[in-house]
């Protein structure tokens, strides 16, 4: 019979060391973990002696796989410790802080709206009532292909006498640089990535809108990782207003982009929230949802900022 979540929890706490190499010298670590969009996870930890950083793995997740799975737990924790050390082995263990360089702090933007606990015990501030700025490390040092960051709390940054002024003033210096703008037609995104075969139907639609200048543009960074930040930018202002000469419409996609389509009047912005409310169902679960609603901004004021987010207009939407 299925172990029920929390009897999957402690049956994990009290048996996985058992499964693991060095048991003597690691310590079993399960907390709640507030995430974006205050999504709370129970994360699993298993550190050697004076490890200050160790792998994490998300017991939420183990759960639902086990429990679709047929397969005895105990042969199942043995793949945890399979899985766990084979993440000590990629990973960059023990952590060391010389690693936390301030020409690698970098800014994310993440929603306001029912983040509290999460932003509870960051350094941040506020960009308007919808959207936040949390402040991160770039990690370097990692093994080649691996990237990693690490947020910065209240205590790290008064343990490295770090002030909000500091942080604002080296972030917008330092973003641009290390996830520079991108910016294009969907369209192109798909012909890049290849998720589409260039015949597809789907694909077939997207050209011929790009053809006839009504595609849907995407913005975000190269790397495609906390892309809402771009509209902190000081050239996107510029690029947006070279690529279109009407007022624009953004939509949040997620926190790593968003979506673009030129305004017109006769547009159905119900409909574009209830399109939200559907990409929403399937990033929220990853901590990754953005927004609720699309926003305007006016083509004349894309050059008279050097932040977006200050001129986007609420594009409020009424049922019928």
Same mark, same amino acid.
């Given at each position: 019979?299925?172990?029920?979540?929390?009897? &999957? *929890?402690?049956?994990?706490?009290?048996?996985?060391?058992?499964?693991?190499?060095?048991?003597?010298?690691?310590?079993? *670590? +399960?907390?709640?973990?507030?995430?974006?969009? !205050?999504?709370? $996870?129970?994360?699993?930890?298993?550190?050697?002696?004076?490890?200050?950083?160790?792998?994490? &793995?998300?017991? #939420? &997740?183990?759960?639902?796989?086990?429990?679709?799975?047929?397969?005895?737990?105990?042969?199942?924790?043995?793949?945890?410790?399979?899985? %766990?050390?084979?993440?000590?082995?990629?990973?960059?263990?023990?952590?060391?802080?010389?690693?936390?360089?301030?020409?690698?702090?970098?800014?994310?933007?993440?929603? =306001?709206?029912?983040?509290?606990?999460?932003?509870?015990?960051?350094?941040?501030?506020?960009?308007? #009532?919808?959207?936040?700025?949390? &402040?991160?490390?770039?990690?370097?040092?990692?093994?080649?292909?691996?990237?990693?960051?690490? $947020?910065?709390? #209240?205590?790290?940054?008064?343990?490295? !006498?770090?002030?909000?002024?500091?942080?604002?003033?080296?972030?917008?210096?330092?973003?641009?640089?290390?996830?520079?703008?991108?910016?294009?037609?969907?369209?192109?995104?798909?012909?890049?990535?290849?998720?589409?075969?260039?015949?597809?139907?789907?694909?077939?639609?997207?050209?011929?809108?790009?053809?006839?200048?009504?595609? @849907?543009?995407?913005?975000? !960074?190269?790397?495609?990782?906390?892309?809402?930040?771009?509209?902190?930018?000081?050239?996107?202002?510029? +690029?947006? %207003?070279?690529?279109?000469?009407?007022?624009?419409?953004?939509?949040?996609?997620?926190?790593?982009?968003?979506?673009?389509?030129?305004?017109?009047?006769? @547009?159905?912005?119900?409909? $574009?929230? !209830?399109?939200?409310?559907? +990409?929403?169902?399937?990033?929220?679960?990853?901590?990754?949802?953005?927004?609720?609603?699309? %926003?305007?901004?006016? =083509?004349?004021?894309?050059?008279?900022?050097?932040?977006?987010?200050? +001129?986007?207009?609420?594009? *409020?939407?009424?049922?019928?």
């Amino acid at each position: 019979m299925k172990k029920m979540y929390e009897e &999957f *929890v402690t049956y994990v706490e009290e048996n996985i060391l058992s499964k693991m190499p060095e048991a003597d010298k690691r310590k079993v *670590v +399960i907390r709640d973990v507030v995430k974006n969009n !205050n999504m709370v $996870l129970t994360s699993l930890s298993m550190p050697k002696e004076e490890e200050i950083m160790a792998p994490v &793995f998300y017991l #939420d &997740f183990l759960y639902e796989e086990y429990y679709h799975r047929d397969v005895d737990l105990d042969v199942y924790l043995n793949e945890i410790s399979c899985r %766990y050390c084979l993440a000590e082995e990629k990973g960059c263990y023990p952590f060391e802080l010389n690693m936390l360089k301030k020409e690698n702090i970098f800014c994310a933007v993440v929603p =306001r709206n029912d983040n509290e606990e999460f932003l509870r015990d960051l350094v941040f501030y506020p960009l308007n #009532d919808d959207f936040a700025v949390v &402040f991160k490390f770039y990690l370097e040092g990692l093994p080649e292909g691996d990237s990693g960051t690490v $947020l910065i709390t #209240d205590a790290i940054a008064q343990g490295m !006498n770090y002030s909000l002024k500091d942080l604002r003033e080296l972030a917008i210096q330092n973003t641009p640089r290390l996830f520079p703008i991108e910016c294009g037609t969907m369209y192109e995104l798909m012909l890049k990535s290849g998720l589409l075969e260039e015949d597809s139907f789907i694909m077939e639609q997207l050209r011929e809108k790009q053809a006839n200048k009504e595609a @849907m543009y995407y913005l975000t !960074n190269e790397q495609k990782n906390w892309g809402a930040t771009v509209l902190l930018y000081p050239e996107t202002g510029k +690029i947006l %207003y070279e690529n279109f000469k009407t007022d624009i419409v953004l939509i949040p996609s997620s926190i790593h982009e968003w979506l673009i389509l030129p305004y017109e009047e006769e @547009m159905d912005y119900y409909y $574009l929230c !209830n399109q939200i409310a559907e +990409i929403n169902v399937s990033v929220k679960e990853a901590g990754e949802m953005l927004g609720e609603h699309p %926003y305007r901004i006016r =083509r004349e004021e894309l050059l008279k900022t050097d932040c977006l987010f200050s +001129i986007l207009e609420d594009l *409020v939407v009424f049922e019928p």
